[in-house]
């Protein structure tokens, strides 16, 4: 048996694993460039912040007052809540932490927690009126959402 004849081989009985070596190389390359990518762009860090799930009650009463409460569900930050719309919420937005005569009971809010976001005796001498809106926006600010409406008459 010739040994010289066991290593050298023609064309036709080659293998193929060179090709497939040099395909798997240039995946994994690909793969590893999309991974490092997200994380020097940032993108990894952002991730979306899901509103919460909560149950919210609004009461109108007599005097001309609309009191927005928790029922249940998750607890939210009082700094992510404003209420808006209505006829009568004037330019600053009810329930956010700017607005001094209107926060929440408690910096967290929880189940029972209530905000009045028309102080009806106070500062407005019409009543309650329009359709209003809790709206919860992200810490970073960049997503939020409507978690409750009502509509006062």
Known sequence: MRFTQLFTTD???????????????VAITVILAAV?????????????????????????????ALEITHEGGDS??????????GSNLGTSPACASANAHNNWT??????GTSCLAVNGSVTHSEPASGTYRLIWTAE??????????YEAN
């Open 11 to 25: 064309e036709s009985e080659r293998a193929v694993s060179p090709v497939i070596g040099v395909i798997l190389m």
């Open 36 to 64: 490092i990518g997200t994380f020097v762009l940032g993108l990894g860090d952002q991730v979306q912040q899901t509103s919460p799930n909560a149950q919210w009650d609004w009461d109108q009463n007599s005097s001309n």
């Open 76 to 85: 939210v930050t009082a700094t992510n809540l404003e209420v808006t719309g």
């Open 106 to 111: 408690s910096s967290t809010v929880t189940a």
């Open 140 to 149: 970073g600010g960049g997503s939020s959402s409507t978690l409750s409406t």
